[in-house]
C-alpha cells in the first residue's frame, strides 16, 4: 500500500505536506514525490527521491516548491522497481496533469496498449501513469468531468489526489477499493490515506466511499457519487411462462437451477472455503462479530430460521431470528459486534428495510440476501449476496427461497471457517451442496404423483405441517405456502414437538399432518410425534428420505426426497411442499399466480 497526502487552501508551505506524509510512511517508503502548483508561474513543479521520505525533504529544502494546492506520496512498488522514474507523482504528456495513487489498476496493460497507439508517451513502468494519460484523453477543460470519464474504463482499486495546470485551483479525489479520507478546516482542506495524517490539522473528517470523486476548492468541496451500473442477470425470455401454465409452476421447476446459480463459483472446494464476492470488502469485519441477527418477513424469516441452527451448530457464532416487522420495536440488544443479515427477494420489503436501518443506526454490520439487483434493501446493506436466480413473477416465492436457504448454507461455511470449523467439515458441506441441484431434480419425476396427492387431499380445508430442527420452520414454510396459494385452506406449521402442547386437540381424520421426517437426528422423535396422530385417526403425508420404507407404517401418503446433510434437508423438502401447494391450488382452481389480498413486494409497514 501506499501513502497519499494533498492540500489545498490558504497556506502555500509544502512542508506541512511533507510532515504528514511521514505519518503515513508505514504505507510504503521505497519513494516518494510532491507536485506543487504555483499560481505565479502557472506551473506545476515536481520533486521526487527514490528511498525515504527523508531523501525527499533533503531534496525539498534544496530547492523549496512554493504553493497551493500540492499533493504528495509515499510509495511501497507493485507494477515497477523502486526508482525516482516511477515515484510518484506521474503526469500526462503535456505535464498537464500530476497525480499520486494508492491502489492497483488492474487492466492497465490493455489500457496503456490503447494509449500509446494513440501516441501517448510513457515515462515510467507503472500501472498509475496510465491514469495520467487517460484522464489527458478526456481533457478539455474540466478535471473532475475527465476523472470521472476516465474511472469508467479503469478497473481495480484506487484512492487518488489530481491536480490540473490548465484547472488550477483545485484537488480532485477519487475512491474505490483504496482509502481516502477529507479534512475539513477553515478555508482549507487536506486529503489523507488515514486520519493519522492531518489529525494535527484538523479533527473534522469525511470518509469517502467507493465511487466517491471529491472536489476540493481553497473555499468550499463537493461530494460527487457515481452510482456503479448493475447489470440485471436475466433477459425478457427468462419473465414469461416458457410453457407452463403459471409462473409459481415455472418458477418451482426452476427451483434445481436456482440451487446451481446460487451456488455457482462461490465455492473452493479444496480448501472448504465459501467465496462471496459481496462479502469480501466486510470480511474482516464478520471475524470480529459474535452475533448474528437474521431478519426478514414472510417466507423469508422461514429461510432465516434455518440460516439461525446452520449458523449455531456449524458455524459456532450466536445466531437469532427476528421477525421484521418485530425487529424494529422490540429494541433487540444489538451493538458494534452484532451483525444484522437482511433476507429479502423483493429487497423492498418495508419492514425488512426499516430493520435493516435500525440496524445501522445502532452501529451493526449490515449485510443482505437479496433477489432483486439495485434494490433498496441491497444499497442498504454494507455488503451482502444476491440469489441471482432471475426474476421471481409469482406472488407467492419459491425458487428465491430455495437459493436463500442455499446462500445461506455457503455463508454457514463462510462463518464457520473463519471460527472453529475445519477443512474437512466445510468442504463436506460445500460437497453435498454441489450435489443437490442434480439430487433435487430427482424429485420432479414424483410431480404427476404429488399431483395425485393433491387432489387426494383437497378434500381437506385445514392442514398442519410439522417439522424438528432444521425442517421445524420448513414446516412453517410449507404451511404459508398452501394458505398463501390455496387460500381457501388454512394451514399452520409448527415444530413437531408442540403437537402434544395444543395442536393435537384438534387431530382427526378430517385435519390431516404434512410430517417433515428425513433421515436425521431427530427422526425418532418425528416416529412419535406420527404415532400420537395415528392414535387419533389422523391422516399423514409424510415428506422422508428415499429408503425409509418403515415410514408407510405410520404414514398415509410419502414423498421421497434423496438423502442428504441434515442442514440440507430443507433445501430439498420444501421442494414438494411447494410442489403440493400449488397443485392444491390448481385443484381448487384458484390463481395461484396472484392469490387474493397479496403483493409480491409488501412495500407499506
Ligand atoms: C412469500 O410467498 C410471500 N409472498 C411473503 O411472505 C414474502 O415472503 C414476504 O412478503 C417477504 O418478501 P421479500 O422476500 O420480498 O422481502
Redesign the pocket.
Known amino acids: 500500500m501506499c501513502g497519499i497526502v494533498g492540500y489545498i487552501g490558504k497556506r502555500d508551505n509544502p512542508q506541512i505536506g511533507l510532515s504528514a506524509l511521514k505519518r503515513l510512511e508505514y504505507r510504503g517508503y521505497d519513494s516518494a514525490g510532491m507536485a506543487v502548483y504555483n499560481p505565479e508561474k502557472q506551473e506545476i513543479f515536481c520533486l521526487k527521491a527514490k528511498g525515504k521520505i527523508s531523501e525527499l525533504e533533503a531534496k525539498f529544502s534544496d530547492a523549496p516548491l512554493h504553493g497551493s494546492p500540492f499533493i504528495l506520496h509515499t510509495r511501497w512498488a507493485t507494477h515497477g522497481e523502486p526508482s525516482e522514474a516511477n515515484a510518484h507523482p506521474h503526469w500526462d504528456c503535456e505535464k498537464n496533469i500530476y497525480l499520486v495513487h494508492n491502489g492497483i489498476i488492474e487492466n492497465y496493460k490493455e489500457l496503456k496498449e490503447l494509449l500509446i497507439a494513440e501516441g501517448h508517451k510513457f515515462a515510467s513502468e507503472t500501472d498509475t501513469e496510465v491514469i495520467a494519460h487517460l484522464i489527458e484523453h478526456y481533457f478539455k477543460n474540466n478535471l473532475e468531468e475527465a476523472m470521472r470519464q476516465a474511472l469508467k474504463k479503469v478497473k481495480g482499486a484506487y484512492a487518488l489526489a489530481v491536480i490540473a495546470r490548465k484547472d488550477p485551483g483545485k484537488i480532485v479525489v477519487a475512491k474505490f477499493g483504496s482509502p481516502l479520507i477529507l479534512g475539513i478546516n477553515d478555508n482549507e482542506f487536506l486529503v489523507a490515506s488515514d486520519a493519522s495524517a492531518i489529525v494535527s490539522h484538523t479533527n473534522q473528517v469525511i470518509t469517502l466511499d467507493d465511487n466517491e470523486m471529491a472536489v476540493l476548492s481553497p473555499n468550499d468541496f463537493f461530494i460527487l457519487k457515481e452510482k456503479p451500473i448493475e447489470k440485471i442477470e436475466y433477459d425478457a425470455e427468462e419473465t414469461q411462462k416458457q410453457g407452463f401454465s403459471h409462473f409459481i409452476l415455472k418458477e418451482i421447476f426452476e427451483e434445481p437451477d436456482a440451487i446451481e446459480k446460487s451456488i455457482a463459483g462461490r465455492m473452493i472446494l479444496d480448501q472448504g472455503l465459501a467465496k462471496l464476492g459481496g462479502l469480501e470488502q466486510v470480511l474482516e469485519q464478520l471475524k470480529k462479530v459474535d452475533k448474528i441477527i437474521i431478519t426478514?418477513?414472510?417466507?423469508?424469516?422461514y429461510a432465516a430460521k434455518v440460516g439461525e441452527y446452520m449458523f449455531e451448530e456449524y458455524a459456532k457464532l450466536r445466531a437469532k431470528t427476528e421477525v421484521a416487522s418485530e425487529f424494529r420495536y422490540k429494541n433487540s440488544i444489538l451493538d458494534d459486534k452484532t451483525a444484522v443479515l437482511a433476507?429479502?427477494?423483493?429487497?423492498?420489503?418495508a419492514d425488512?428495510l426499516e430493520a435493516i436501518k435500525e440496524a445501522k443506526r445502532k452501529g451493526c454490520l449490515t449485510l443482505g440476501i437479496v433477489?432483486?439487483v439495485g434494490s433498496s434493501?441491497a444499497k442498504e446493506t454494507d455488503a451482502g449476496v444476491y440469489c441471482r436466480v432471475g426474476p421471481e413473477i409469482s406472488?407467492?416465492?419459491?425458487k428465491?427461497?430455495i437459493s436463500q436457504l442455499s446462500i445461506l448454507a455457503l455463508i454457514t461455511v463462510g462463518l464457520g471457517r473463519q471460527r472453529e470449523m475445519s477443512l474437512v467439515t466445510g468442504k463436506n458441506i460445500l460437497e453435498e451442496l454441489q450435489k443437490l441441484p442434480e439430487l433435487s431434480k430427482k424429485i420432479f419425476n414424483q410431480a404427476d404423483y404429488i399431483k395425485g396427492l393433491a387432489e387426494k387431499y383437497s378434500i381437506y380445508r385445514n392442514f398442519y405441517f410439522l417439522g424438528r430442527k432444521y425442517n421445524s420452520s420448513i414446516a412453517s414454510e410449507g404451511a404459508?405456502?398452501l394458505k398463501?396459494i390455496a387460500w381457501k385452506i388454512h394451514a399452520e406449521g409448527m415444530p413437531a414437538g408442540e403437537l402434544k402442547h395444543g395442536q393435537i386437540a384438534l387431530t382427526d381424520e378430517n385435519f390431516p399432518a404434512v410430517v417433515i421426517c428425513p433421515s436425521d437426528s431427530v427422526y425418532s422423535k418425528m416416529k412419535n410425534a406420527m404415532e400420537e396422530i395415528k392414535a387419533r385417526k389422523g391422516k399423514i403425508l409424510a415428506i422422508a428420505t428415499e429408503g425409509q420404507e418403515d415410514i408407510k407404517n405410520l404414514a398415509d401418503d410419502v414423498i421421497y426426497i434423496p438423502k442428504t446433510l441434515e442442514m440440507l434437508t430443507p433445501i430439498l423438502s420444501t421442494i414438494p411442499l411447494h410442489l403440493f401447494a400449488a397443485y392444491l391450488g390448481l385443484e381448487l382452481g384458484l390463481d395461484i399466480d396472484k392469490p387474493r389480498n397479496?403483493?409480491?413486494?409488501?412495500t407499506v409497514e
Open positions: 426478514a418477513c414472510g417466507t423469508a424469516s433476507i429479502s427477494q423483493s429487497g423492498e420489503t425488512t433477489n432483486t434493501i406472488v407467492a416465492s419459491s428465491a427461497f404459508l405456502k398463501e397479496l403483493a409480491k413486494s409488501v
